[in-house]
């Protein structure tokens, strides 16, 4: 599949089964979050690999998580919670720990983060593998960083879920061109603040 194909055809898969991601695709997996822009070449991200019963530990946390927060929250919200890890066979933590460095503000790092994220989705899709990118509350709350031993700095971009599609994705409409406005030819239409 070349690059064309799979960003045309990438859609997010809710519903995920066994089997996830073998050793030699995670490999594939993590090398091509490892290749996005990276301005300054920091190498910001933090991947984690949670699979097995690391996944049941993760949902306790998140439930603890929303527990602190808001300590009234029913019971049965929280079983929902530590379930949402298991809803496929294995998760990608794709965090970022800025770097001080005067030439790449840490908004920079953060997307450099996200840029890492999509080219994981994309590589899984190339793989067959189908992949969910989730955040919520989870994704900010400073416990559950801390439980990934992420340190305070540390910012988590993406909860990406992955294993066989389960079910076909569901087909998004055609996406059309995107609006732009091509300032090189209306040079015209360009004018300094000063003018």
């Known amino acids: 599949m070349d690059v064309f194909e799979a960003i045309d055809t990438r859609n997010s898969v809710s519903a995920l089964t066994e089997p996830g991601p073998t050793d030699s695709q995670w490999e594939i997996l ?3 979050g490892a290749r996005a822009p990276d301005h300054g070449r920091l190498r910001p991200w ?4 949670v699979r097995g019963e690391a996944r049941e530990l993760l949902g306790r946390v998140m439930a603890e998580a929303l527990r602190a927060k808001k300590p009234d ?10 379930r949402k890890p298991l809803r496929a066979p294995a998760l990608l933590v794709v965090a970022v720990v800025p770097v001080p460095h005067p ?4 908004i920079e790092q953060i997307l450099a983060g996200g840029a890492a994220a999509q080219n994981i989705l994309l590589a899984a899709h190339a793989l067959g593998l189908g992949a969910i990118w989730r955040t919520g509350a989870p994704a900010y709350d ?20 992955l294993g066989a599609p389960g079910a076909p994705a569901k087909s998004r409409a055609e996406a059309g061109p ?8 209306t040079p015209r239409d360009f004018r300094l603040p000063t003018e």
């Open 30 to 32: 993590l090398r091509a």
């Open 103 to 106: 030439g790449a503000p840490e």
């Open 46 to 49: 933090r991947f984690l690999i």
């Open 142 to 161: 400073a416990d559950v960083a801390r439980a990934l031993s992420l340190p305070e700095e540390g910012r988590i971009v993406a909860f990406i879920y």
């Open 178 to 185: 995107p609006s732009a406005v091509d300032w090189g030819a």
């Open 73 to 82: 929250t029913p019971e049965e919200t929280l079983e929902r919670e530590r």
